[in-house]
């Protein structure tokens, strides 16, 4: 079952004269987590809600704004970043909270599935060592750090990706 977190927004249209047009949407998300050993066996599979962060919030909103006044868009969101905090995700968080050197990945793939969903997917190949995960956020940066717009953020019981593991992670953002 899949377990969302929602961030409602309300949305007031102003028509004129005193007539006004409410509404309200939700950014949701999903993670699933695939960690996979050396033959390509499944080692250990996560479902996992996540956060949606104040900044993911103004990221959508710049977009909405800059698309619609010609302006220019905000830079589009690049990598997830890996972390050793599991302290739960807060609205107001920037950054994961214990950033894992070298983690930062560009997305494997980016694909629109419905008319508003947008499927992120890294795959962390064999290769490299990531002890201790416990976090992962969705940013518009592939820089080598903490830095960039974070879109959101999740946190999850340890993972351990050895040296011959794979690691993926699918993230599906959704506004409702």
């Known amino acids: 079952m899949k377990d969302k977190t929602a961030l409602d927004d309300q949305v007031q249209i102003s028509l004129g004269r005193g007539c006004a047009v409410e509404s309200s949407f939700s950014i949701t998300g999903h993670v ?3 960690l996979r050993g050396p033959g390509g066996e499944t080692k250990d599979t996560r479902e996992i809600s996540n956060l949606v962060v104040t900044t993911g919030k103004e ?3 710049d977009l909405w704004q800059e698309h619609d006044s010609g ?11 890996l972390g050793t905090d599991g302290t ?9 909270g214990a950033y ?9 793939s980016v694909t629109q599935n419905t008319s508003t969903q947008i499927r992120y997917i890294t795959n ?5 060592a990531l002890m201790g995960i416990v976090e992962a956020g969705i940013f518009n940066n592939a820089l080598n750090n903490d830095t960039g717009t ?8 340890v993972v351990n990706k050895l040296v011959a593991d794979t690691l993926e992670i699918t993230w599906d953002i959704e506004i409702t």
Not at 88 to 96: L, S
Not at 100 to 108: C, G, Q
Not at 150 to 157: D, E, G, Q, S, V
């Open 100 to 108: 894992i050197v070298d983690s930062a990945l560009a997305f494997t």
């Open 150 to 157: 974070m879109l959101a953020r999740t946190t999850f019981a």
């Open 71 to 81: 302006g220019a868009l905000p830079t589009a969101m690049a990598s997830m970043k």
């Open 124 to 128: 962390w190949p064999a290769g490299a």
């Open 59 to 61: 990221y959508v909103l």
């Open 32 to 34: 699933r987590l695939e």
């Open 88 to 96: 739960a995700a807060a609205v107001g968080n920037t950054t994961v």
